[in-house]
């Protein structure tokens, strides 16, 4: 140790540590990249890297400088009892997380415009089950929650033709999209859309926020795409209306608990399409750049990028 940046530590169960050591070292060769287990002088460290750590993790490191949550969404990492409360928290906002997210929203749009889990069906049953095709713009989306992700996917949406809604908890305007703000336009808002798309993130405020109440506001066969947090949603409630066929179909990349469980009845409904949390992550190639100007930030004393505010939660 002893380099002139100092040393990073990593810790994700998730991630490969020798991909995302090579491509911070290809930006800061100075910087010595560690993974947790291998870490001799917790009191060299000055950046941590991390997904979901254990409790207690940040403790033992006293000259701490600064904390990349290893992904875009920061709720588990706000909710710990162990972070320095001076020490800033900055998030990933690499353009190709955006990207590759807006990519699978479209995915999971189209497929429900296109009424592809009619046909899938149809075809388990060697039936030709002829569904005339409609236009997008007869299609109106919703997407809640326009931060960086969300916004990217909703002009991408808008940009292929549907009528596209946009809903955050604050102001935004995004060309093409019709955007509202604040509680009391939500229910509103659901209730004009033929697909809803998830995309807020987790906070006190807006975990449990689509209980059986809200989520009953949705039209009659409405389709509902989450790829935020699965702690939004009331899932018993979801999986009920999903059986009664209030909400028509499902494609859902979170859940409350992940993975999973085998037994859980989402995993033999039909008109669900189920994916294991993958809608978009943190590619080390692209995501090195903005991680390593950061750092040189702080190492010359200035604040961060992408800093996410704790009181907010995000």
């Known amino acids: 140790m002893g380099t002139s940046l100092g040393t990073l530590v990593f810790y994700s169960d998730f991630d490969d540590f020798d991909t995302w050591k090579h491509a911070l070292q290809a930006q800061l060769p100075d910087l010595e990249v560690v993974h947790s287990s291998a870490v001799e002088r917790l009191q060299d460290v000055h950046y941590a890297m991390a997904w979901k750590p254990p409790e207690g993790f940040f403790r033992q490191m006293p000259n701490l400088r600064l904390i990349v949550n290893l992904g875009a969404g920061v709720d588990a990492l706000v909710a710990r009892k162990d972070l320095p409360p001076d020490v800033p928290i900055t998030r990933i906002t690499d353009p190709q997380m955006s990207r590759m997210m807006a990519g699978y929203v479209l995915f999971a749009v189209l497929r429900h415009a296109r009424d592809i889990p009619y046909f899938e069906q149809a075809q388990r049953r060697g039936a030709w089950a002829y569904r005339h095709p409609r236009a997008p713009d007869e299609t109106t989306v919703a997407v809640l929650g326009l931060g960086q992700l969300g916004a990217t996917a909703a002009h991408e949406l808008q940009r292929q033709g ?153």
Do not use: K
């Open 162 to 314: 549907f009528r596209t809604l946009g809903w955050s908890r604050s102001p935004r305007q995004i060309e093409g999209v019709a955007c509202f703000s604040g509680m009391e336009t939500l229910d509103a808002v659901l209730g004009q859309a033929d697909i809803v798309v998830l995309m807020l993130p987790l906070t006190p405020q807006t975990q449990n926020l689509f209980d059986r109440t809200r989520l009953e506001r949705l039209r009659p066969g409405a389709a509902f795409v989450n790829v935020a947090r699965g702690a939004l949603v009331d899932q018993a409630a979801l999986t009920a209306l999903l059986q009664s066929g209030h909400i028509g179909s499902a494609t859902l990349d979170v859940f409350e608990r992940e993975p999973l469980p085998a037994a859980d009845p989402l995993w033999g409904m039909p008109h669900v399409l189920i994916t294991p949390h993958l809608a978009s992550v943190a590619i080390p190639s692209s995501s090195a750049r903005q991680i390593a100007a950061n750092i040189l930030r702080v190492a010359a004393g200035e604040p961060p990028d992408n800093r996410i505010d704790r009181s907010r939660g995000y």
